[in-house]
């Protein structure tokens, strides 16, 4: 793998993303059955398939490249730090959102190297619309068929900024956030689609103060990145991949321009 191109895989893995999509939604349009986790999330059986399916194609693609999936096993840090590459899937983004059947949820697949997204698929099965990008390749979105198109992030001209908000997990920082803006517009969103919201433009900035996984950020951030914008955490760093805990701190997407979201945020 000296000559490893991430770029060679994108057409591959957005079909794959598009498979899942259509067997999510085949599910989705009968009756299904809800259980609930360990951590009292949701769990449908069109995340157990999504993932199935996913994991099947990509093994099948990269036999050498592991793959850890929010459905997958528990894989331990020691195991997981010693790999090179390997694929990061959720393989349905927002099962509450896909619960209430309001269309807002999302395949998300990334390849991680060296701590960072050098790829990312997101894809909302409902819309058929696909966010992706590589190292190399630029950001795109491109809906059902048609050609893809380049997306770039928005500059903050300093005027009453867009935010994207949590549907499903906006809380009392949030609010403040919200608050010390002044005038403002919000525009709620599910799944990793807030993040793809900033990436092409249609928002300024994304506050996430709240928990999060690896999985579900990684491969919208490889979109934002790829569009020119920024998902850092309360030090102001990149987020990062394969930590020893999976779950993400708090954090911040941005589009183009230097000011300062970070002056909004709630004292600690």
Request: charged share 20%; net charge negative.
């Amino acid at each position: 793998m000296t000559n490893f191109n991430p770029a060679n895989y994108v057409n591959t893995v957005n079909a794959i993303a598009r498979a899942a999509g259509v067997r999510i939604l085949e599910i989705y349009e009968r009756e299904f059955k809800v259980e609930q986790k360990a951590d009292r999330s949701p769990l449908t059986e069109a995340d157990r398939a999504a993932h199935e399916l996913i994991s099947a194609q990509l093994n099948a693609l990269t036999p050498n490249i592991p793959v850890l999936s929010e459905e997958s096993a528990e894989i331990d840090y020691a195991t997981r730090a010693a790999w090179p590459r390997f694929w990061l899937v959720d393989p349905l983004d927002g099962t509450k959102e896909f619960i209430n059947r309001n269309g807002e949820f999302t395949v998300n697949i990334a390849l991680i190297e060296d701590r960072r997204a050098v790829l990312g698929v997101v894809y909302v099965p409902v819309t058929r619309v696909m966010y992706f990008a590589g190292d190399g390749l630029g950001a795109f979105k491109q809906l059902g068929e048609s050609a893809a198109i380049p997306i770039r992030v928005r500059r903050y001209a300093g005027k009453q900024p867009i935010v994207v908000a949590s549907r499903s997990h906006a809380g009392p920082e949030t609010e403040a956030f919200l608050k010390s803006l002044g005038e403002h517009h919000v525009i709620s969103m599910g799944s990793a689609l807030k993040l793809c919201l900033v990436a092409e433009g249609a928002a300024d900035v994304y506050p996430r103060l709240g928990p999060t996984m690896e999985w579900d950020t990684a491969a919208a951030q490889c979109v934002v990145e790829a569009a020119g914008g920024r998902v850092t955490d309360m030090q102001r760093q990149a987020l990062a991949y394969n930590k020893s805990s999976l779950l993400n701190p708090w954090f911040l997407v941005s589009g183009a321009g230097d000011y300062d979201w970070y002056r909004h945020l709630p004292a600690a």
